[in-house]
């Protein structure tokens, strides 16, 4: 995670259970990046399996829309930086190996004091 305090965290709790729920919290997270904002997404609980590789891909909230994974690189193209936790990989039956790529990981101890310093934090 970077030295800078970010500017607003969301906490994706959302996962693969809601997909319609997930196209809003990463196009706030573009907006917010794109406007200049330093913003993190911590990924933790059922969300933490989006971070799977192919997960991400075969998820569309809408019938013939975009894939939850197009929405994540729009937020990451826009300068959004994802963080999983690293206690919901184990709860997930998941291990590093098994993330589509690599993202920090930290436990929510390690995590809190920088999504706590955020000047916004959004739970998703």
Same mark, same amino acid.
């Given at each position: 995670m970077s030295e800078q305090a970010p500017d607003l965290v969301i906490i994706l709790i959302t996962g693969k259970e809601n997909p319609k729920r997930l196209p809003s919290a990463f196009s706030l997270a573009s907006i917010a990046? *794109?406007?200049?904002?330093?913003?993190?997404?911590?990924? +933790? @609980?059922?969300? +933490?399996e989006l971070l799977g590789k192919g997960v991400a891909e075969t998820i569309f909230p809408l019938e013939g829309g975009k894939s939850v994974a197009e929405f994540m690189a729009l937020a990451e193209d826009n300068g959004v930086q994802i963080i999983g936790c690293a206690q919901s990989l184990d709860l997930n039956g998941m291990t590093a190996d098994d993330l *589509?790529?690599?993202?920090?990981?930290? +436990?929510? @101890?390690?995590?809190?004091? +920088?999504? @706590?310093? *955020? @000047?916004?934090v959004l739970t998703w």
């Open positions: 990046a *794109a406007m200049e904002q330093n913003v993190v997404m911590y990924f +933790t @609980g059922p969300p +933490t *589509a790529r690599p993202v920090p990981l930290l +436990t929510p @101890g390690k995590a809190l004091p +920088t999504l @706590g310093a *955020a @000047g916004k």
